[in-house]
């Protein structure tokens, strides 16, 4: 009875999640505003996105807790709109855990196996099997209230796995880990997940976390799929300067005028005088657009590029001071003072342990970067 | 976790006045309870004497009985529609006229006792039903079942709801999640509301002066006629035995619910 | 967050009991009180008339309601005895409440400021007198108070006084009863919101050079009035309508209105005057009803 909407294998080519235009409003406020997805059978997918923009909303309602106003949800090419949460084959792992505080691990990893009436000594194995997949041997008879966030976070996990859902959902569930911890959980959840083959939708709001352990993620903004992706999509590729600003760092400076040359545009802006840059894929019709760079793929020296003279026309080369720097260990951010008034955001990796390339405030610097390392957005 | 240097000697005069304040009075009647004299403030020495005088004076014995039963009774079902009252409250969206159905539960907790006193036994009057153990049963429950109500409400209130989704989406229906996630989490507030009940029953008197009928009366309603009469050694000793009788109930309770959330779930019957 | 439908059908259910429960027991009882107010006394049983008998036919029935009266209502407010008897409960009330809060604020204080596991035996210790009986605490006062009671004894033998002081029917004495009777009442909420409150606002304000005295004015006594609103009103409503401490504490030359309407109904079988000092007290308290009602509910929505 616990699985009558479950057990649907998708046919081969088709999705196992497909989400088709769903909505949802709470009074006036629309938290889903027509999402439409789908995901894969063995997929890592992230949803990411600021506080408020409706991913856990949409995550609730694949578990069922709320229900879509507007638009379907198919697991399997099966509408899951009329099951309850007890009645789906997807389980959640939630962002405070949940556990109940008056069961043991044991019992906790077990619960959802005694609701779906499986035999005494099936739970037991099932049971030993989870905990040692998550590594808890020994805690068992212990409570939530005596294990370690670490260890209870390793328990919300085996109990939502134990059920052998065909969909696993994740509410930011590292959120309450400390960042040592988190980096080795990370790793250890991406391994569990390719071992297992299932499918995992993990909810976050932090950008490193969903680049680093998602294969594919869809980027919210205000109840609507901003962009979906691969990581590196999404960071070399933003759709637009919303996105780019959302995931990592970046230097954008608006255009003011334009003008075709061959494959470049040359495009002039207020702040940083003429830069020419690769023409994008889709044309660009009448609206206001900016010049985006990551900082990263700005390289700074002291007197210019060496030897590209003859290439001058396809470099961008601004002068400027530097205003300040930021050393973070691996690498250092320069923010320099460009000589046509704008900052320019420049990271540079420290590959030497002594600072014999490292520049100093005041100190006059050549920034520059190629065509192709530019991407053009429209604001 | 606070600093104990954030105690002042203010603060550490003020509790200790006011835990003597709160005590003293009480520990005084004690301990009078046990004195041999039949002058009330002269002590003549420990003695039993008047608990054998209680245990022989058959009205206040009926009366006391009377009062445990009422108690027991209204207890029990003043929990039981206080609960499902506290769930409709925390855990129902909006329906038609939950304002009302709100204000008919916090009103009681602050209504001075002659009105809901009087007011009951005019309903009863005119439902022209026959006055005693059931009538003060039913007003003891209407006023107390408030009372268990709020401490249940609150309860649920700090309950972290995820914990009744997390149940539902490992595979309980709502009502088999409220049985076995809920119901455990929140026992030792229907236990503490219990306890609440029955002991305000079996201390009220306004109420169960308007709601009861002749020959039936309560303790508090015997002990306050020989109170208006003057101190009498023997009030003392009633009171100790309603003080140690309820000492008995709040450890029972207390037992009883740490007993209630040690249990896993393996051994619970659900 | 909202959109929880899934648990909101089962616990309507649940609301259905309960509110039949009330609704026969709390709310429709005013609806006889209300009536009884406005009928006249008789030497029957039940003691007033008119008797509505639904079974005596329409004209009958016409006739019970035109003998409705407010004549009740018109005795109460020029007989001089009615009127005295709500405005001393009211000055009581007021008094006891404000001598209640100036007791309690700082037992409630004290307790907030304990390190957390002491925090909840003191919590402990303040609830426990309150399950002990009402009538047992103000009886063991009356022990206390009377003329050979341990008061004077310790007094004379102190050499504070000459001759036993006259305590029991005084308003201090009443005022005493009370005082003991709400004291919990007042602490409780007093110290959840003392209790809630962030310590780091307190260091705050200190580092920003406020004096301690300032950092309770202008910090810890604003942030704790919610619970000073609801310490007041859960004891001031109650208080207005006290019958057992005046009774059995204060003298018998002025009455509160709970005496009052005790002596209608018991001593003179009046039940319709009795009835019509009831709804009159209902009256003047129910505007601190409403607003305890919204206190309640704002808290709930709280959590």
Known sequence: MARSAGDAHPAAGEPLLRIESVAKAFGTFRAVDGVSLDIKAGEFFALLGPSGCGKTTLLRMLAGFESPDEGRILLGGKDIAPALPHERPINMMFQNYALFPHLSVRDNIAFGLRRANMARADIATRVAEMVALVKLEGLEKRKPDQLSGGQRQRVALARALARRPQLLLLDEPLAALDKKLRESTQGELMELQRRLGMTFIIVTHDQEEAMTMASRIGVMKSGKLAQVGAPRELYEAPRSRWIAEFVGDINLFDAESRLRDGHRLVIGTRDAGTLVVAEPRQPLGEVKFSVAIRPEKVKLSRRGPVGEAGHEAAINRLDGVIADICYLGGTTTYRVKLDTGGMLQASVINSARLDVDAYSVDQHVVAWFTPDDCVVLPS | MRKVSRLSRFNVASLALGLAFLYLPILILVIYSFNASRLVTVWGGWSLRWYYEFFDDRAMIEASWMSLRVAVASATIATLIGTLAAVALSRGERFRGRTLFSGMLYAPLVMPEVITGLSLLLLFVALNAERGFWTVTIAHTTLTMCFVAVVVQSRLGSLDRSLEEAAMDLGCAPARAFLSVTLPLIAPAIVAGWMLAFTLSLDDLVIASFTTGPGSATLPIRIYSEVRLGVKPEINAICTLVIALIAVVIVLASLASKLSSSRGESAAPL | ?303
């Open chain 3, 1 to 303: 967050m909202s959109g929880r439908r899934i648990f909101a059908r089962p616990a309507r259910f649940a609301a259905i009991a309960p509110y039949v429960w009330m609704v026969l027991f709390f709310l429709v009882p005013f609806g006889f009180v209300l009536k009884i107010s406005l009928s006249q006394t008789a030497i029957a049983q039940p003691p007033y008339e008119p008797v509505f008998d639904l079974t005596a036919g329409w004209t009958a029935i016409q006739a019970a309601f035109a003998a409705l009266s407010l004549d009740n209502f018109k005795l109460l407010v020029s007989d001089d005895l009615y009127v005295f008897a709500y405005l001393r409960s009211l000055t009581v009330a007021v008094t006891a409440t404000a001598l209640l809060l100036l007791i309690g604020y700082p037992i409630a204080y004290g307790m907030a400021r304990l390190p957390k596991r002491w925090q909840a035996v003191a919590m402990v210790l303040v609830i426990v007198p309150f399950w002990t009986s009402f009538l047992i605490r103000i009886y063991a006062w009356i022990n206390i108070l009377q003329h050979d009671g341990l008061l004077n004894r310790i007094l004379l033998a102190l050499h504070l006084v000459s001759r036993p002081v006259v305590w029991l029917s005084t308003d201090t004495a009443m005022y005493i009863g009370i005082v003991y009777s709400y004291l919990p009442f007042m602490i409780l909420p007093l110290y959840a919101t003392l209790a809630k409150m962030e310590p780091a606002l307190e260091e705050a304000a200190a580092d920003l050079g406020a004096p301690p005295w300032q950092v309770f004015w202008l910090v810890t006594f604003p942030l704790s009035l919610p619970g000073v609103g609801a310490g007041v009103l859960l004891c001031f409503i109650p208080i207005v309508g006290e019958f057992v401490i005046p009774d059995l504490l204060a003298g018998s030359n002025s009455l509160m209105i709970g005496q009052t309407l005790w002596l209608e109904f018991f001593t003179n079988k009046d039940w319709p005057v009795a009835s019509a000092a009831a709804i009159v007290l209902l009256v003047v308290l129910l505007a601190p009803l409403l607003l305890y009602e919204r206190l309640q509910r704002r808290q709930l929505e709280e959590q």
